[in-house]
Each structure stands twice: as structure tokens, then as C-alpha cells.
């Protein structure tokens, strides 16, 4: 048997994680305009040029093509190289923290998941179906086949955590008269709920509402607008799960009882 050293093992991760992310950048791009993430192969959004294996190695080729379209020289959005560069990082920076396994893949799974979500919410304002309700299910398959969360408490996560999300937005529509969180935020939390449990999906509530509220002070002090500007949540939402994947038990230590 060959020995792999560690140092090797988050590299390999990292390249992995460089991977998954250049398949992220065709889901954040296709998804929300209803196209297939299968067919066509890779090609410029701008004139339609056919991106062969040589222009398409993540962030390698990007720094090639000094960030121009080699068919006709639109600049390439930033968005395509940072999102492999976090996801490479992400990849190793969850294989630093959790050993080799299926617990290890249904983080990378759910970071990936996560990484998409958010960058989809922030240009679009939506969270597509196509990832929240497939990713639920995984959610609970993995609390079946490489607990913890045990999977009464993935179900719980989902049930629970999804309900009371619904529950405040419906709240507040009635209280307000207005939609303040999306059925798309809903679906996260529920998301979230069966890959972390009941305990995380609370967690993810408080801390994200924390960061949603920093979020949106930001963007309204920096783009303008009042409190009636639409700001996306699920990143904040995102964020607080990645959290909990590093810091588990982080409700406790949020309400200073751990």
C-alpha cells in the first residue's frame, strides 16, 4: 500500500475542490436561466465560443487567458475564478478538519451546495429547487449511513428547523403586509437542518440572522437604498452553516451555555 502523506492529501483536495468549483461556476450560470447543466459543453456567454480542455483547467487557464474570452476578448467575470479558488479551499480547509470518509464527502457536498446557493441568491435573489430539495434528501441519507447527525435528528433539522423558518416568514407577511423571507430561505434552513440536526438548523437561524442584518447594513451604506431594499439572505444563512461544519455546537457558545 502506498503512503500518502497529509501535506499531499489536502493538496489533492485542494485541486479536487478547484474541480468541483469549475462545475459550480456551469450550475451558478445555467440553473437559474432554466438550461441544461450537461449539454452544451463549456462556452463564452458572450459570442458562444466552444471552451476546450485546454482554456478551461480552473484558475490555471483563467490566469492563461489573462481573464479575456480567447474568442472574442470580453472580459471573463471574476466570478469564475473565485468560485473554484473558494471551493479549493473549502475542499482542503474540510479535509484539515475531519479525517477521510463518508462524513468528510457530505461536507464537501453540502459546502459545494452551499457555494452555489450563495452565488446564485446574490445575482439572482433565488434559491432553486434544483439544489435545495435533491441536497434534503442526501441530508438524511447520510445521517443513515455516517451519523452524527442521527437521522431522527437530520429529520427533526429538516422538519423542525424548515417549520419555524416558515413560520416567521409567514409571520411577518401577516404582521407586515410584505414578504420578508423568500420560501427559497425556508428551504435552506431545512436543507441545512438535515446535514447539521435540529441543534445546527437553530444555530444557523441566530447566527445567520446576525450576519443577513451586518449583510444588508453593508449593502444599503454601499449601494443606498432604505429598509425596504431587497437583500439576499442565503448567503448569510450559507455562511452560518459553514460555520457550524467547523464549530459544532455553536448555538450553545452563541447563547453562552457551552
Known sequence: MVEVSFSSWIGFCAVLGAVVGSFLNVVIQRLPR??????PRSRCPD???????????PLLSYAALRGRCHGCGQRI????????????VLFAALAWAEPPG????????????????????????????EITFPAMGLGIVF???????????????????GGLMWAISAGYERLRGQIGLGMGDVKLVALLGAFLGL????????LG????????????AWHGGGRQARIPFGPALAAAGLAHLFVPGLLPRLLGAG
Open 209 to 220: 440572522s446576525l450576519l443577513g442584518l451586518l449583510h444588508g447594513a453593508l449593502l444599503i
Open 199 to 206: 441543534e445546527a438548523a437553530l444555530g444557523v437561524m441566530v
Open 77 to 88: 467575470s471574476v466570478r469564475y475564478p473565485l468560485v473554484e479558488l473558494l471551493t479549493a
Open 102 to 129: 463518508l462524513r468528510l464527502l457530505a461536507s464537501w457536498l453540502l459546502g459545494a451546495a452551499l457555494l452555489a446557493i450563495s452565488a446564485i441568491d446574490l445575482e439572482h435573489q433565488i434559491i432553486p429547487n
Open 47 to 57: 459570442c458562444g465560443w466552444s471552451i476546450p480542455a485546454w482554456a478551461n483547467v
Open 34 to 39: 432554466g438550461e441544461s447543466i450537461v449539454r
Open 143 to 161: 445521517a443513515l449511513l455516517a451519523p452524527p447527525p442521527i437521522w431522527s435528528d437530520a429529520a427533526a433539522g429538516l422538519l423542525i428547523g
